[in-house]
């Protein structure tokens, strides 16, 4: 007799799709999350392959962008959370800064800059941004 879960129960496919990873807030901390992120893409792709090889690298590109913000705007620790949602990946980013991100220009022959946040709104298909008194979370969801 097979039994329900009950509602109060995560699910086991959603446990093992769901982590969280703390940093320091170092300049090296971008790689690492980058890292990090690949560590659950991998184990995510042995269950459910992404839909596309593009999926899978703006995850990572989204990360980055995300964590090199966090590392330039926002002093202190940083959390990256990422789990797998029935059509996606929904990834937040922590970070001690009560500032919203803002779009700025970019300027080319300045050396480039500007574009991170520019490039999260392009690739993800919903992005929010949720403000405390301690600082902020941004919530981004991408396809899978």
């Not at 995300?66 to 980013?93: K, S």
Request: proline share 10%; with cysteine; charged share 25%.
């Amino acid at each position: 007799m097979a039994t329900e879960p009950r509602w109060d129960e995560t699910p086991p496919s959603e446990e093992r799709h769901e982590r969280s990873f703390s940093f320091p807030g170092e300049l090296r901390n971008v790689t690492g999350a980058r890292l990090a992120a690949e560590q659950f893409l991998s184990a995510l792709a042995r269950d459910a392959p992404p839909g596309t090889p593009e999926y899978w690298d703006d995850i990572l590109l989204v990360v980055t962008e995300l964590a090199a913000n966090a590392i330039q705007y926002a002093p202190g620790p940083f959390d990256l959370r990422m789990r797998r949602t029935f059509d996606g990946v929904h990834v937040t980013m922590r970070d001690t800064s009560t500032t919203e991100p803002a779009p700025r220009p970019f300027h080319p022959s300045a050396g480039g800059g500007g574009i991170g946040w520019h490039l999260v709104h392009t690739l993800c298909t919903q992005v929010s941004v949720v403000v405390d008194d301690r600082g902020k979370d941004i919530h981004v969801f991408l396809p899978w």
